[in-house]
Nanobody, 126 residues
Framework: QVQLVESGGGSVQAGGSLRLSCAAS???????MAWFRQAPGEEREGVAT???????NYADSVKGRFTITQDNAKNTVYLQMNSLKLEDTGDYYC?????????????????????WGQGTQVTVSS
């Protein structure tokens, strides 16, 4: 059983930065970890994934601006968000699934993940 707790959300001006944290109850090694977000009236979408502290993947909309990292000692996954845009506003969720993805990169579809945090809100204003 994996427990996930997100933190770090808040309000920020466009162009600013935030760092989200996802604390896991156990080791995240050999586990797909991902950040999703859901804007009002929109579907929940994958933002970034990481596997075994190395292999990362990003949605096109955040490439070059967001960075997902994984801390071995703390069993924590981070999402560093820079150059934030109004379109980044939404509820951000951490997700996990113990699997070894084909090719070494975790998938984006939400159905692949069985463990979820309760979310943290990010609001970007002009």
């Amino acid at each position: 059983q994996v427990q996930l707790v997100e933190s770090g959300g808040g309000s920020v001006q466009a162009g600013g930065s935030l760092r989200l944290s996802c604390a896991a109850s156990g080791s995240t090694y050999s586990t797909c970890m991902a950040w999703f977000r859901q804007a009002p009236g929109e579907e929940r979408e994958g933002v970034a994934t990481i596997h075994n502290y190395r292999n990362t993947n990003y949605a096109d909309s955040v490439k070059g601006r967001f960075t997902i990292t994984q801390d071995n000692a703390k069993n924590t996954v981070y999402l560093q968000m820079n150059s934030l845009k109004l379109e980044d506003t939404g509820d951000y969720y951490c997700a996990a699934e113990p699997l070894r993805p084909e090719g070494g990169y975790c998938p984006f579809p939400r159905d692949n993940y069985g463990y979820w945090g309760q979310g943290t809100q990010v609001t970007v204003s002009s």
